[in-house]
């Protein structure tokens, strides 16, 4: 991880992240001024962050992916999800009591990483109304991936749990959506075993419910998945 020298091109890039792209831009521009901060070009395959360790910066990918996973209570690693450049990741930690991050943080590609200093954030914060209101908006979003998990392992069935995660995946008005996880890592995700999985993914396909477009994308019969079953579960 080497730091790199700022220029216009990654102002671009941060502006246009949800923190700031609604601000007035003589706004923006002054917050930018103002936020005390770091760049940083990583290579692919590099750990940033580890679970556990302590949040003390703002951070903002600015190019790259990232993958993020968890070590469960039995000791695997699970995959929760993949971050895109350009946008903030981890933010509700930041303030939190306990700011200790949940996840591990690792490049899948080369990527460029800001990091804002805790005090500089909340000076702005506590000063920019209108920022401090896109920064609830980004935590929010944070923690809807965290909510998401959840309902799907509150899901008693294989079936249901499988549903759950794939509609929560869905586009508006779209029913393909495309896998990010192996099989084996969406195993993980869902707590469920890899053949176990496996099998209910052939029963579905054979069922009508799904089908397999290639190595890794799944269409949904959503009209079927209305008609079998309770769809506000899967709300």
Do not use: W
């Not at 549903?163 to 195993?187: C, M, N």
Request: proline share 3%; net charge positive; with cysteine.
């Amino acid at each position: 991880m080497k730091s790199i020298p700022y220029n216009d091109y990654y102002e671009s890039k941060l502006l246009s992240i949800p923190l700031f792209k609604d601000l007035p831009v003589n706004l923006r521009c002054e917050i930018i001024r103002k936020l005390h901060f770091k760049l940083y070009e990583i290579d692919k395959d590099t750990i940033i962050i580890e679970q556990g360790s302590t949040c003390c910066y703002l951070y903002i990918l600015l190019e790259g992916i990232l993958e993020v996973n968890i070590i469960d209570a039995n000791g695997n690693e699970v995959l929760i999800e993949h971050i895109e450049a350009p946008r903030t990741f981890a933010t509700p930690h930041l303030f939190q009591r306990d700011n200790r991050f949940p996840a591990t943080f690792k490049t899948l590609n080369k990527s460029v990483l800001l990091t804002a200093t805790k005090d500089s954030t909340f000076e702005l914060l506590s000063k920019y109304p209108e920022m401090l209101k896109s920064f609830f908006c980004i935590s929010g979003n944070c923690n809807a991936c965290t909510t998401s998990r959840l309902d799907v392992l509150s899901r008693k069935t294989i079936r249901e749990r499988v549903l759950v995660y794939l509609i929560k995946k869905l586009k508006k008005d779209s029913s393909t959506i495309k896998i990010t996880h192996t099989i084996t890592q969406l195993a993980e995700y869902l707590n469920v075993t890899r053949p176990a999985l496996s099998t209910e993914f052939n029963k579905m396909e054979k069922e009508g419910i799904i089908r397999r477009k290639g190595n890794n994308h799944i269409e949904l019969n959503l009209k079927m998945i209305r008609n079998l079953y309770n769809y506000c579960l899967f709300e």
